[in-house]
Structure formats: structure tokens, C-alpha cells
């Protein structure tokens, strides 16, 4: 579906309580910002890497058939020819004659004909390619045009014969990575849904040919489930199988799974039988040997076919912030209800006073609490503040020490979602 310009006050929420509680900032900001690029702050890297390691341990490490990489974001322009990038990646763009607005067509209402902005009138469509070009070289006679990578998968098909013979692999078998990528977008919104910079979480399975519907299916379900292990609302995440208008020119079927924002189900992850397109390109633009052999078949020669899975960490990021925010009226309060795993903070330790050695006890408990998990230590402020702003960061459980932790080795545990609290002891008595 097309994504609409933000006005929607869960977005608006989000984008305020992002800055207020340094998750993001806009990049550049003190020189009013650049369009369509963000920087994470404290609390946004750590969510970031905890999805980002969530998704490494989920897809590379525990598995036993899938390898992991970190390619270039600089390559040869040549790859870009083979993967179809410089002939098929574009955009249908018009732009309006009055105020110089530019629009994707595909975004706009059917047929129209005027700006939606200011009632101007839209120029005939042109075809807009989306990569970022740059100059490679140390003069400008001798420098070479290359590309920002659109997509990171490139990266992975052409070291296909590098991780090959370096490791003892055999169809099927997969390799992922995460990486920056890089897209000129036309038109951008909904806060990080759309960026021009942007990371991927991709990987690349290669399999026998025909076997395609068999991966493509089990490589759906699993990412929808791994979405839902993040602690995302099940009934707000779906399937949609792409319509034959919608495939990439790389694609043969293709499945979104999609999470219902305030505007609509949009695309997180796409899973794409991207068929043998990919491996034969590069072969025959690279004239390599990109075949694998399949020694327990006599040395026969394949050409694979690929199952893709890339997911965008930024559109994650946004899924997982717009499910657990929470306005709780109850208890006039906003609530971030990550699930544990993906809290930038699991734990927060507060002294109840700055005086009578709570402050002594609190920190030996937050030095030895942070060597296991993340812990955040907070003495600033009366305690309903320090919980309201736990609880807008998302941290699941605050423990406070107070005037009895002196006595009786306890202190108070407070859950954030439930608001129950219990004295949990945590100190010998020596």
C-alpha cells in the first residue's frame, strides 16, 4: 500500500517522545535537520542493537544452515548493471509545476492531476532511479562513478563462490547479513517508515531449483513468527502475497509481512523467491564460475535458486515502538511496554533517599546488576518520577532500595506493566 504523510496522533506521540526521551533526534538537527535521515540517541541504539542482536542469534548463530557476512557498501558499478539495479530501479515521479513538490505517482490518487499540496498543476511522470551516485578515485580524470548500495544482497551474491570454497557448505544453505543501504526516495513519511539511510536485515537461502514453494513458505512463516517473539501483537501482523503488478523485476512471488500502523498495514519484511535471476546475471556479466557443484551427485553443476528474507532494522525499530506504546489513563502515565528482550534497559535501581547508606546499597546492587543485564541508575528527583521515566523508556522492573533494604537485605520490586510491587531479598545476610 501507499504511505501517506504522518498526521496521525500515535505517530505524533512517537516522534515527541522519541526526542524527549533520546530515542531519536532528527540528523543535523542545530542546522535544521536533513529530510528523511535520523540519528539514534540513547535509548534508540540500544532497542536498535537489541533487535539487531535478536535477529543475528535468530538467523545466523543458531542455526546450523546459515552463514553471516559484511560486505562493502562500496562495489564495483558493474554489479549494479547485473543486478538490474541501473535498468529497472526506478520510481514513476511528477512534480508539481507551481510549488516544486515531487510525488511518487504511485502514491498519489488515480488519476489525478493536480498537487495535493497547493492545487498546482503535475508535470507528465518521469522515471526517478533511486540509488545515490558518488565518484570513486583521487582526481576527477582518473575517478570512477559507483554506487551506495540500494540493498545489501548484492554483497552476498557475488562472494558466493568466496563462502563456498572457504566452508564446508551444501544446498540448501543460507547467508545473511546486516548492513547500511541507501535509497533516494521521492517522497518520505511517517517519521523512520521511509528513510533515504537505512539498515537491512537480509538473507540470502540457496536452494535446488523447484524447490521454491516449499522455502518460500517455510521461510514466511518463520519470519512472521520471529516478528511475534519480539513481543509484537499477533492479531496486528499478517501475510500478504504480492500481486504479479507488485513483483521486483527480480521476483517471481513474494510475501510482505506487514503490521497494522494508525495508517494502515504496511511492509516490515519481505520474503522473495527471487528464482535463479541474481546467480545467472553475475555469471554472465562477471563470466565466473558461480556454480555450485554438487559433489554427492557426481559433480553436478547448478545454477541456485534464492529464497530472500530482508527486513528493514529502522521499520522494525518503528513496529516495535508503536506496539508497546501505551497512554495508561489509570494511572495518568506513558508507558512503553516493551517485552524484556528488546528493552533498551531491563532493570532500574533507585536509592529511596540520598542519605542513611540507601545510596551505598543501591550502587553495589546497580554495579553488580549492570555485569548481567542492562541497568539504568537514577537518583534524580522524587520516586514517581524516576518511575514515569522508566516507564516512558520501557524498562520493565525498577528496584528501589529503602530504609528497611538496610535491615532486612530487600528491596522493592516494582513491575512495569501491572504496577504490582514485592520485596524481593537480593543480599546475604554476611
Request: aromatic share 10%; proline share 5%.
Amino acid at each position: 500500500m501507499s504511505v501517506k504523510p504522518m498526521s496521525y496522533p500515535l505517530m505524533e506521540k512517537l516522534v515527541a517522545l522519541s526526542r524527549r526521551r533520546g530515542f531519536l533526534f532528527k540528523s543535523s538537527e542545530i542546522y535544521d535537520g536533513i529530510n528523511a535521515v535520523y540519528d539514534y540517541g540513547p535509548m534508540g541504539v540500544e532497542l536498535k542493537r537489541n533487535i539487531k542482536n535478536l535477529w543475528w542469534q535468530d538467523m545466523i548463530t543458531s542455526r546450523e544452515d546459515v552463514l553471516g557476512m559484511d560486505t562493502a557498501i562500496l562495489m564495483h558499478p558493474r554489479v549494479w548493471e547485473a543486478s538490474g539495479h541501473v535498468q529497472n530501479f526506478h520510481d514513476p515521479m511528477t512534480e508539481c509545476k507551481k510549488c516544486k513538490r515531487r510525488y511518487r505517482v504511485d502514491h498519489l490518487p488515480e488519476n489525478t492531476a493536480v498537487c495535493p499540496e497547493c492545487g498546482g498543476e503535475l508535470a507528465e511522470p518521469k522515471q526517478f532511479n533511486l540509488m545515490f551516485k558518488t565518484r570513486l578515485g583521487s582526481t576527477d580524470e582518473g575517478a570512477m562513478d559507483v554506487y551506495l548500495r540500494p540493498e545489501t544482497a548484492q554483497g552476498i551474491f557475488v562472494n558466493f563462490d568466496n563462502v563456498v570454497s572457504s566452508n564446508r557448505v551444501k544446498l540448501p544453505f543460507g547467508i545473511g547479513q546486516l548492513g547500511k543501504a541507501f535509497r533516494n526516495e521521492i517522497t518520505t513519511g511517517n517519521f523512520i517508515f521511509r528513510t533515504r539511510e537505512f539498515e537491512q536485515m537480509e538473507m540470502e537461502f540457496f536452494i535446488r531449483p523447484g524447490e521454491n514453494a516449499q522455502w518460500l513458505e517455510y521461510w514466511s512463516q518463520e519470519r512472521l513468527k520471529w516478528f511475534v517473539s519480539l513481543g509484537i501483537a499477533p492479531e496486528k501482523l499478517r501475510l500478504r502475497p504480492h500481486g504479479k503488478d507488485e513483483l521486483a523485476h527480480y521476483s517471481s512471488a513474494c510475501y510482505d509481512v506487514e503490521y497494522e500502523f494508525p495508517y494502515g498495514f504496511s511492509e516490515i519484511e519481505g520474503i522473495a523467491d527471487r528464482g535463479t535471476y541474481d546467480m545467472t546475471q553475475h555469471i554472465e556479466f562477471s563470466r565466473k564460475n558461480l556454480h555450485y557443484i554438487d559433489q554427492d551427485q557426481r559433480g553436478e553443476k547448478i545454477v541456485p535458486a534464492v529464497i530472500e528474507t530482508s527486513a528493514g532494522v529502522d521499520r522494525t525499530v518503528l513496529t516495535v515502538m508503536a506496539d508497546a506504546f501505551w497512554e495508561d489513563e489509570t494511572n495518568d502515565r506513558i508507558v512503553m511496554r516493551f517485552a524484556p528482550k528488546v528493552a533498551p534497559f531491563k532493570a532500574a535501581v533507585f536509592p529511596l533517599f540520598k542519605k542513611e547508606g540507601m545510596p551505598d546499597v543501591a550502587r553495589r546492587l546497580y554495579e553488580d546488576l549492570r555485569k548481567h543485564v542492562a541497568t539504568v541508575y537514577d537518583d534524580g528527583g522524587s520516586i514517581g518520577k524516576r518511575y514515569r521515566r522508566q516507564d516512558e523508556i520501557g524498562t520493565p522492573f525498577c528496584l528501589t532500595v529503602d530504609h528497611e533494604s538496610l535491615n532486612d537485605h530487600a528491596v522493592t520490586l516494582r513491575d512495569r506493566d501491572s504496577l504490582e510491587q514485592v520485596r524481593l531479598r537480593i543480599l546475604s545476610d554476611s
